[in-house]
């Protein structure tokens, strides 16, 4: 892994003031950069919920109803929903693999 110059400079000063490894403060940081991909995931999903109930009700609602020629906003919800779902399993896989 090639760092910056600046990156490099704050790890030194980094491990000056802290007792801990580059390794580690890389490890702390991928950690925290997943962990923080997850909570906005579900802040998202959360959102799809209040607006759809549940990703079953959406896909329903799409069956029965179809997706407007002029808005695909249901559709698109549910690509992002998927999406978001599909995501977070690799993350809270990725995050268990890496403890």
């Not at 802040?43 to 109930?53: F, G, P």
């Amino acid at each position: 892994m090639t760092l910056t110059t600046q990156t490099q400079q704050l790890l030194a000063r980094m491990r000056e003031l802290l007792p801990v490894s580059e390794d580690d403060i890389v490890q702390r940081g991928i950690a925290e950069t997943v962990t923080a991909r997850i909570v906005d995931l579900r802040r998202r999903t959360m959102e799809l919920i209040s607006r759809h109930k549940s990703i079953e009700a959406l896909e329903k609602k799409i069956k029965v109803e179809g997706v407007s020629p002029d808005d695909h906003t249901l559709y698109t919800d549910l690509l992002e929903w998927n999406a978001a779902q599909h995501e977070l399993s690799q993350l809270a896989g990725f995050l268990g693999a890496a403890q």
